[in-house]
């Protein structure tokens, strides 16, 4: 789009990884909307034109501060949601944490495309979760991640779904279209192209 190497310039920060899942495990999401918020103020002074962030599981706190935020922000679910309806899909199946799982960050973005969606199981949300935490996260993709994902998606495909939302920056490292039941909407490489698209001005 913009050249051999060249792409728009970018600022990132993030405050430490453990003072979000300290929040989310006490199920503080008005810390968690601060902490974003933090984010947003620092990047502002930056220079950042608009806003985004990977992490699907704390789109949950970004309602509670969107009207505060210095900048405005580009919305993971949204963007997969406009994917999936530009694709023609009817059904997704929800993959992620169990705390984006059990919220409506999707489901509320969904449904306003008339797109309807399958959530794991518990014993689901609770596998995916701790595969999620204990292994991806840290850096580790064992054969039982990969077998884990592809059992809810067996399932999901079977409750009528045509694709699932790889709802985690983490899920696409161990699955994709290449080795999924289903195919896979991933949600971080979808909202890095919106965000190309948005900061070139050509969508």
Request: hydrophobic share 40%.
């Amino acid at each position: 789009m913009l050249g051999e190497h060249a792409h728009p310039e970018i600022s990132m920060h993030t405050p430490s990884f453990a003072e979000y899942c300290e929040r989310m495990e006490r199920d503080d999401w008005n810390g968690v909307a601060e902490l974003m918020l933090d984010s947003a103020r620092k990047l502002a002074k930056a220079g950042a034109d608009f806003l985004i962030c990977p992490d699907n599981t704390i789109h949950q706190a970004l309602p509670i501060i969107a009207e505060r935020s210095p900048l405005p922000w580009l919305h993971i679910a949204e963007v997969v949601a406009d994917e999936a309806g530009a694709r023609g899909y009817r059904r997704l199946g929800l993959l992620g944490t169990r705390w984006l799982v059990e919220s409506d960050v999707y489901p509320r973005s969904l449904e306003r495309r008339g797109i309807e969606f399958e959530r794991p199981t518990a014993t689901e949300r609770d596998e995916m979760n701790d595969v999620i935490m204990d292994e991806l996260v840290c850096g580790r993709t064992p054969p039982e991640a990969l077998r884990c994902f592809r059992r809810v998606i067996e399932r999901m495909k079977d409750a009528g779904c045509d694709a699932v939302v790889l709802g985690c920056t983490e899920i696409p490292l161990v699955v994709g279209d290449a080795n999924s039941p289903l195919p896979a909407l991933d949600s971080t490489r979808l909202l890095a192209r919106a965000a190309l698209r948005r900061a070139t001005g050509s969508g």
